[in-house]
């Protein structure tokens, strides 16, 4: 099962809630730069992500894949669509569980990320949202994210309930915890970001990213959007497979 990076998408995901029936339908766009690692090229990348909420429940779209989180059930279900298949995944996440034995501290001690926000004194007008701009870094032993974000608070959020929801994705990558933590501190959603990723531990890879909000409506959800597909085969999920992927 083949499952593209779902977690990344940092600023816009993490900032935003609306719990209010219908439900909130976000649309972005993200790039990343090509990059060499190891010896392997990754070309760049540009793609539309869509994400839908609700009140105990979320919806993410990226390429051919689609995270559902459904609290009321306990469950998380990754979903590929090119090849059928769903795997499930209960909540709260123990990545304990899904690492092979023995992986578990280790890997948990590299990724774990220090995080600091701090709010900038200057603001600007993105589409029809007066932004506020933050500074947002993130270090661990593996590699280092420099962000440039932008937050509206022109926007009617609940920010408890939509943590409650995209922490439990962010939980699929370990030492992310704390980042969604600190993530807090930021006052509104963010409808913009760029961002500079440094991995030192490979070669001293580094690229550029960047992400924009292309619209944000309330919207009456498909009655079976946050379910999986009758017609897709149930597998387990792997989650080497996973992080190899990311």
């Known amino acids: ?22 439900d909130t339908k976000v649309v972005q766009s993200t790039h990343q730069d090509s990059f060499s690692v190891m010896g ?6 540009d793609e539309e992500q869509v994400l839908w909420i609700g009140a105990d429940r979320m919806r993410l779209d990226t390429g051919t894949t689609s995270v559902l989180v459904r609290l ?18 209960d909540l709260p996440i123990d990545l304990g569980k899904l690492l092979p034995p023995g992986m578990g501290e280790q ?21 029809d949202w007066q932004a506020t ?15 440039n974000m932008w937050a509206t608070t022109d926007l009617d959020v609940d920010f408890d309930a939509y943590y409650e929801l995209y922490s439990q994705i962010l939980s699929l990558q370990p030492g992310m915890k704390k980042m969604a ?13 760029d961002g500079f990723v440094s991995m030192p ?12 909000t292309i619209s944000i409506d309330e919207i009456e959800a498909p009655s079976d959007l946050y379910e999986v597909p009758a017609d897709y085969t149930n597998e387990p999920f792997d989650y080497m497979s996973f992080m190899q992927q990311q």
Do not use: N, W
């Open 1 to 22: 099962m083949r499952h593209h990076a779902v977690v990344l998408c940092l600023g816009v995901c993490i900032a935003f809630a609306g719990v209010a029936h219908p």
């Open 201 to 212: 531990m490979m070669g001293d890879t580094s690229f550029k990213t960047s992400q924009k």
């Open 107 to 127: 890997m948990m001690q590299m990724m774990q990320f220090d995080v600091a926000v701090s709010p900038k004194d200057e603001t600007r007008q993105i589409g």
């Open 40 to 45: 392997q090229t990754q070309p760049a990348k």
């Open 181 to 193: 933590d600190e993530m807090r501190r930021i006052k509104g959603f963010v409808i913009e970001q």
């Open 133 to 147: 701009g933050y500074d947002v870094s993130m270090t661990s032993q593996m590699m280092s994210i420099q962000s």
């Open 72 to 89: 009321d059930q306990q469950k998380m279900f990754l979903l590929d669509h090119g090849d059928k298949t769903a795997s499930a995944i």
